[in-house]
């Protein structure tokens, strides 16, 4: 018995002498005795924003220190890494770290010198403390050209239409990711946007905004209130085709400010037309008006253009920014253009065979009536309570696609309609497909340091200036969007004009905002192919006999569009400045 109590207590010492050094090593690591160094700070890049995603390794004394887990920066820049050394080994160490990312330039080891000791937690425990934040380079790497070559592919497939511009828009965000994980797998100098960050970039309130605003239009088309007005401005002109042409798009633009103005136009067309042939006036002297004012109409309030949509949820501006700051001007711009296309058209106009008012107007009346009063009035009242959500949802701190959600929501299921039969034959899904692709593209010129070097560059050109860069933004914005898709255009320069207004002086009042907007949505007016209302508007009157070539719109639209562009570079000098 004696000589087997000897043995065990022979075999416990053994494990004691043998297995100490790995238990203490374990307590150390667990930080129950040894140094303990807490490091934290943000990463930001050139222009103070902050950079997530950047690996963070450590050395001490020249030696890359074995960490747990890996540290990156999150969202917001910050990092923090815990360190647990032997005890004492923090007294005249050197502390280094080295960030890098994918399309920014590794930092190089940087020296912590303000490491501090706070106190001793427990005996043989001391914690210590140091903060470096810092900011971290781009670095011209073979994804930016990717990037750059891809957005600049994409924008030419839409502008040339070679291709429908979702199926480019996919094509774009696809290939960048498809480079990610392939070539980027083997060398990080090729990672333009991991997937992770193409679901963020993908702007959500944008697209439940327009899902839900296609909704609640796609019931009140079936009242047939669309129609109905339009016959109801026949009926105000009394057979004054000059007074007619104005009310049209007076009534387009009004329409156009609170639903979409692609699906105004899609409803006003087929009245439109019906007028003119009874007038026996080419419809184009109508269309092409009031394809004009829906663009007008739209650019005054947040949901009347996507491009304002966009603006709107990047800049995290309300409603009632929109309306303070753009409705008097377009209100301006609409009249102007009224009477410059009543001067335009006034051959086509003095035409008209009026012969017998009220007979037209008793056709119309029979031919374009209000189908569904009940579905109207419901229709009409949950249009309403939308709108004064939007009104209020800053003060509500509510995005606007949750006030659009719940109309569309309500209206549903007080109106009884089919969910399935809306989504299926009402909802433009090519259409949000492609502002969820464009956002992934964007966000990997983004990523990649192209809309950095397009920012600086606009920075640079206007030396500073406010009033230089107002001009450019607005000008170039309104140029461009004639002559490619003004959706594109404006996902682009969000980041470079959020850039320009935290950079440029007097910029924080947001002007600059107001510049891409009238110059996005108006600058569209200019071609046939500037704004997605003039494509429709084309392809509808093809459709009906009556061929608009390019030239034709831009020989009626170009001059108009400057013209407004005119006034608001006056607006935004003279008053919002």
Request: charged share 15%.
């Amino acid at each position: 018995m004696k000589l087997r109590s000897h043995v065990l207590f022979v075999f416990l010492t053994l494990l004691t002498i043998l297995f100490t050094p790995v238990l203490q090593a374990g307590a150390a690591e667990n930080g129950s005795s040894g140094d303990v160094l807490i490091v934290s700070g943000t990463i930001t890049n050139a222009h103070a924003k902050p950079v997530a995603d950047v690996k963070i390794d450590f050395y001490v004394n020249g030696k890359k220190f074995p960490l747990k887990e890996e540290v990156s920066t999150s969202r917001m820049g910050r990092y923090e890494a815990e360190l647990v050394l032997p005890a004492g080994t923090l007294s005249g160490a050197g502390v280094e770290l080295e960030a890098a990312r994918p399309s920014y330039r590794t930092t190089g080891k940087i020296a912590l010198d303000n490491i501090v000791r706070e106190c001793e937690v427990e005996q043989g425990k001391t914690r210590f403390l140091a903060h470096s934040s810092f900011h971290i380079e781009r670095a011209i790497t073979p994804a930016f050209w990717i990037a750059t070559i891809v957005l600049f592919a994409v924008y030419t497939l839409i502008a040339l239409e070679f291709m429908h511009r979702t199926l480019a828009a996919l094509l774009g965000a696809s290939i960048m990711l498809f480079v990610t994980y392939t070539l980027g797998t083997f060398n990080p100098n090729y990672v333009i946007l991991p997937f992770e960050d193409a679901m963020r970039a993908i702007d959500m309130n944008v697209i439940f905004l327009l899902l839900a605003m296609m909704i609640i239009v796609g019931i009140l088309k079936k009242t047939g209130v669309f129609q109905w007005t339009a016959c109801k401005a026949y009926q105000a002109a009394r057979g004054n085709v000059f007074v007619l042409a104005g009310i049209l798009m007076a009534v387009t633009a009004v329409i156009s400010a609170f639903l979409d103005n692609v699906t105004t136009m899609l409803l006003v067309i087929p009245v439109t037309i019906e007028i003119a042939l009874t007038l026996k006036v080419s419809p184009v002297a109508f269309l092409i008006p009031e394809a004009f004012a829906s663009n007008v109409g739209g650019t005054a309030t947040l949901i009347g253009d996507p491009p304002n949509i966009m603006i709107g949820s990047y800049a995290k501006l309300t409603f009632m920014d929109f309306v303070q700051n753009l409705t008097v001007v377009n209100i301006i711009g609409l009249a102007v253009i009224i009477l410059y296309f009543a001067w335009w058209y006034r051959k086509e106009y003095r035409q008209a065979h009026v012969e017998n008012v009220q007979k037209t107007i008793a056709h119309l009346k029979e031919t374009y009536t209000i189908t569904d009063r009940s579905l109207l009035i419901k229709g009409l009242i949950v249009l309403g309570l939308t709108i004064f959500l939007f009104i209020i949802h800053g003060a509500l701190n509510m995005e606007p696609s949750i006030a659009a959600l719940f109309g569309a929501t309500v209206l549903m299921v007080i109106s009884k309609i089919d969910i399935v039969e809306m989504l299926e034959h009402e909802i433009e899904w090519p259409t949000l497909i492609f502002f969820m692709m464009l956002f992934v593209v964007v966000a990997g010129a983004e990523e990649t340091g192209l809309i950095q070097v397009i920012a600086e560059w606009v920075k640079n050109m206007s030396k500073g200036s406010l009033v230089i860069a107002v001009l450019m933004i607005l000008w170039v914005s309104a140029l461009a969007s004639a002559i490619i898709d003004n959706i594109p255009f404006t996902a682009t320069m969000l980041p470079i004009v959020a850039y320009l207004t935290t950079e440029i002086p007097g910029a924080e009042c947001g002007v600059l905002w107001w510049a891409l907007s009238l110059g996005a949505c108006l600058g569209g007016n200019g071609t046939m192919i500037g704004a997605s209302a003039n494509v429709v508007t084309v392809g509808m009157a093809e459709r009906a006999g009556y061929s608009i070539s390019f030239m034709d719109y831009l020989k009626a639209a170009f001059i108009p569009m400057l013209i407004t562009i005119v006034i608001c570079s006056a607006w935004l000098l003279l008053v919002e400045m």
